[in-house]
């Protein structure tokens, strides 16, 4: 017997001995393939940077599109003062637009999730706000706040939907075990909410604030088109009009920065808060699916988007009420309805707006399709290959923080003003939000799931088919909803900025001849349309997810 | 509600503060002076605010002048002027009551009001419409008829001036590709678009700088475009009310004044612009300077020479309106004008002492 023992502790010890080798030599492996993968990306990085510097010395520069890494430094290191007093100027005003758009979705997204009527009721009039074109939000914000508020309300706007939408994902991905668990102790929705709901709602809602930093810093420099005197909008106009390429990269690289730092520091604290999130196992409840009559759930649909569209109506009109705006720039309800229908040029109006709708409908639509494909493929190979991550977030982030107008040249000069500008353009605007929530999606994928997979010796391909991709469903569906009104909206860029036709231009034609109905009808019917738009991708998210992840069926 | 409240309370602070200010000053003055001079209550300069139609550049020049050297306050008002941008509506503005006096174009102006805004137009700061076509030297646009087959880079919005200059001008409208663009002469340099839509005064030298050529422009004020531009623009209300009209023609002899030294001299303007009002814009003072020069082309005509700057003239109202009919504006006729401010503060003269 205690020989036995002896020998077992003979083999106990052999064994641990052997498992602390093992464990020693992956950490070496895991730190030199960690090494080894700093270093690709260091090399890969610098190959792109002297890339960069040949094709604008030989070319780019010359043409009058971009500046040379080495023009940007120069020009930086040559007017520090400037850039700093601009950096600080226009981040004061990003800080406080990104604090208080973050805040009040947060506190939005949790009141809808624990009360659904008010999702129903109030998520449309959210999106609305979402939905508004920036040419026709900016000059009501000039006339409706001091200017410094109105830069701050234009930056809040620009997180707020976002981090909404991930928030309530967040909320809604609390396993169902533990809900129940909740529940069957007696626990109520409050208790759910703070033990279960908001834990696993952390690591999304951390996926809102980074991304909401580059969106918070391209609203803040928008805002200084609104009238300003210092910041990095104001170098950014005056650098275009006297083609300064070196100062309008300079404000290019320092948007950038000003979104990436904060976008690396979230995605930090989202690792080191959060481990749980991808240790747990998140075996999903299977709730019931929902019966009862299709003709009853059809007619509480019906009645709830009324009761949606009764809502927006009323902000609109409270709007024009409670800040007093201008008859001349604020236009009602009403006055939209007779422009479009009563009046003596309603069918012409009518018709002119259908036109554009149809050419803004095709953009949009393109664009919509290629954003999400090229977030969620970026999203897929930023997981799976670690040296493209490393080497492509900068450019990710860079992507969505430089204001549009700075790249557009570029974009013309190489895809030209046709449906392969304007795709670029919607791309661009829509494939962040795409790529950010699905990449945190892929992660959260539980680590015991991995391990079986191991197991069975799965490819890393058959993994990412039969593992992460389904697992991630939910978050690319939340994607695809954030994209759809994006996508609209970005259509009216392109459209502005590169082909002039379509609501984009409508919009920004209408503003340039004080025909405040025109951009009222118009912003009216863009938001209707992103409405609807948004409402058919949510029909098939539900169709797919009550398939696959029935927990995230609100 | 809160917002609009804050801000008139703050104004109306702003205003008691500066009245107070303004009596201990008058105190001070007693107190120092044995004589005592007689100080009376309506000393205290009336607030206005200018809205103008960009971020500050040495377009404003005048304005700056004005201001730091005291004309404003000389003429009882203190004003405020506010910095414009791309998407400000500086006629909004003004129509909503946010700013006293607007800067803008007068097809601008006329635009509001066809739209439901009643504005009307004290004075022209331009004579003559900064709006250009800018082409390179190799492949020149010298007039309009040479717009034809070429691809011409319109900001939008301004289509309208593109088809009454085509209109004016018999061009054949079909032979001309118009394509959007922003306020950078990028298209142009990279060669994308033949001919660019700019204003007079400015990209004319960024295209220089880019190139090493100085591009061909031509005015597109000599070609049926006559509008007046960074013109003045008030409620017409506003004028209706004896002291407010007092305080706006106040303003408009000081902001005279302010002219009048840029012309005489812009060195001062150009120092104000670049080290004190856009002193974070990233501006430099050779091409601010640059800006000036080619401006007095706009500031200063014959008509001025004769009558004073700012001058609108029965003739410069006439060619007015028939540009404004020629984009297709309705209901602009003289009352867009309101040439009785000029007359009384220059009152027969031509220039203000």
Known sequence: MSATTASGTGRDAVRATAIATERARAGREARRSSISGWITTVIVSLVLLVLWEIAADLWLTRLGVLASPTAIIQSLIENPQLYWGAVTTTAWVAVRGWFWGNLAAIAVATLFVQVPIFESLFLRLALALFCLPLVAVNPLLQLTFDPDTAKVVLAALSVFFTTLVGTMLGLRSADGGPLTMVTAWGGRSLSSLRFVRLPSGIPAMLTGLQIGAAAAVLGAIFGEFIGAKAGLGVLLINGLMSLDLARVWSVALLATVMAAVPYGIFGLLRRWLTPWSASISNAQQLSAPKRGSVAGRLASAVAWTIGSIVVILLAWWAYLIVFDVSPFVGKSPIDVVNYLFASDEAAANRAMMLDALDVTLVHAGVGYVAGLVIGIAAAVSFVTFPVVERVLTPLAVALRSVPIIVLIPVLILALGRGLGGVVAITAIVTFFPTLANTQGGLKRVPTDAFTLMRSYDSSTWSTLWRLQLPYTLPAIFASARIAAPTAVLAATLAEWLATGDGLGHVIVSSRAHSDYTGLWAAAAILTAVSLIFYSLVSWAERVVLSRYAPSQVG | ?353
């Open chain 2, 1 to 353: 509600m809160t917002f609009r409240l804050t801000r008139r309370r703050s104004i109306r602070a702003a205003a008691t503060a500066t009245a107070f200010a303004a009596s201990v000053a008058l105190l001070a003055g007693c107190a120092s002076s044995s004589s005592g001079d007689t100080a009376s209550g309506s000393d205290e300069p009336t607030p206005l605010t200018l809205q103008t139609s960009w971020i500050p550049l040495v377009q404003f020049g005048g304005s700056y002048v004005a201001d730091k050297e005291g004309y404003y306050e000389k003429n009882g008002v203190s004003v405020d002027i506010l910095p414009g941008g791309p998407d400000v509506d500086s006629m909004a503005a003004v129509a909503s009551g946010q700013a006293d006096i607007g800067m803008g174009n007068a097809d601008t102006v006329a635009r509001a009001n066809e739209q439901g805004a009643d504005l009307v137009i004290i004075a022209a700061g331009f004579q003559k419409n900064p709006l250009a076509i800018l082409s390179s030297p190799d492949k020149p646009i010298a007039d309009p008829k040479a717009m034809e087959g070429m691809k011409i880079g319109v900001p939008s919005g301004d289509e309208a001036a593109q088809d009454a200059i085509i209109a004016a001008n018999d061009v054949d409208a079909s032979k001309v590709t118009s394509v959007p663009v922003g306020f950078d002469v990028a298209p142009l340099v990279s060669g994308e678009v033949d001919g660019l839509w700019v204003f007079y005064s400015e990209q004319p030298i960024a295209y220089e700088e880019a190139t090493g050529k100085a591009g061909t422009v031509f005015l597109t004020a000599d070609y049926g475009l006559d509008v007046y531009a960074q013109v003045y623009a008030v409620k017409k209300e506003t004028l209706e009310d004896a002291d407010k009209k007092a305080a706006i023609e106040g303003f408009l002899k000081g902001e005279i004044e302010g002219w009048q030294d840029y012309v005489a001299d812009p060195t001062e303007a150009v120092d104000l612009t670049v080290n004190d009002y856009a002193k974070d814009g990233g501006l430099t003072i050779e091409e601010q300077t640059k800006q000036a020069e080619l401006q007095m082309d706009l500031l200063v005509t014959d008509e001025t020479k004769e009558h004073g700057l700012l001058w609108i003239s029965d003739d410069g109202i006439q060619k007015n309106i028939a540009t404004l009919e020629s984009l297709g504006i309705s209901g602009a006729d003289e009352s867009l004008f309101d040439t009785s401010l000029l007359e009384d503060v220059y009152a027969g003269k031509n220039t203000i002492e």
